[in-house]
């Protein structure tokens, strides 16, 4: 009986948080263990097996996935075989690719732009330099880690928990730290 009312439970949840996504520019589909929250006016593309959530992992039962690609030219794209584990958010006001066969760890933080301008004068104002963000194939992302705008990760990246990642960098290395740097080559 109790395994009924979980099941019942994580329903209710998935359905209330697709109740509060109002992006209706979406492509593919995708399998929510965790709810998914789709907003924004871009588009948000999902390729085959893309899955959200992780049942035996932190913040399952009090967190959300979070999705808005924020403007109208703003692109989300999810490739083929990705699994992301809770907690997750990407917010893009230009494009932000995570290619195939990734893996993100719980709460991960994706973002192409600063969000708002970093001139005292302008602060109100957005960003006017959003820049592309792309996580190319194999790549393994751990707990707790933020990219940043302009960052593109060479194939098979491993990337530290805890790491805030600034910058890009080459295929088949490790890296790690705040800021991230290379820690040794795979």
């Given at each position: ?12 949840r ?17 399998k929510?263990?965790?709810?998914v929250?789709?907003n ?19 913040f ?15 692109i ?13 958010s ?45 996580i190319?194939?194999n ?19 491993v990337?530290?928990?805890?790491s ?17 740097k290379?820690l040794?080559?795979?």
């Amino acid at each position: 009986m109790k395994i009924f009312f979980i099941k019942v439970y994580r329903s209710l949840r998935r359905f209330k948080y697709a109740f509060f996504s109002n992006n209706r520019n979406i492509e593919g589909s995708y399998k929510a263990h965790q709810p998914v929250v789709c907003n924004g006016l871009g588009k948000i593309s999902f390729g085959a097996n893309v899955n959200f959530g992780v049942i035996n992992s932190p913040f399952f039962y009090n967190s959300y996935s979070y999705i808005e690609a924020r403007n109208k030219d703003a692109i989300i794209s999810f490739g083929n075989n990705v699994n992301i584990n809770n907690s997750f958010s990407v917010i893009s006001e230009m494009r932000i690719t995570i290619c195939n066969d990734v893996l993100i760890g719980y709460n991960c933080q994706i973002a192409d732009s600063d969000f708002h301008d970093l001139r005292r004068d302008k602060r109100q104002q957005t960003d006017p330099s959003p820049k592309e963000v792309i996580i190319n194939n194999n790549v393994f992302i751990g707990n707790n880690v933020t990219i940043l705008k302009g960052v593109v990760l060479g194939e098979n990246v491993v990337v530290a928990s805890g790491s805030v990642v600034t910058k890009s960098f080459p295929e088949n290395v490790i890296i790690g730290g705040v800021p991230a740097k290379i820690l040794r080559e795979l």
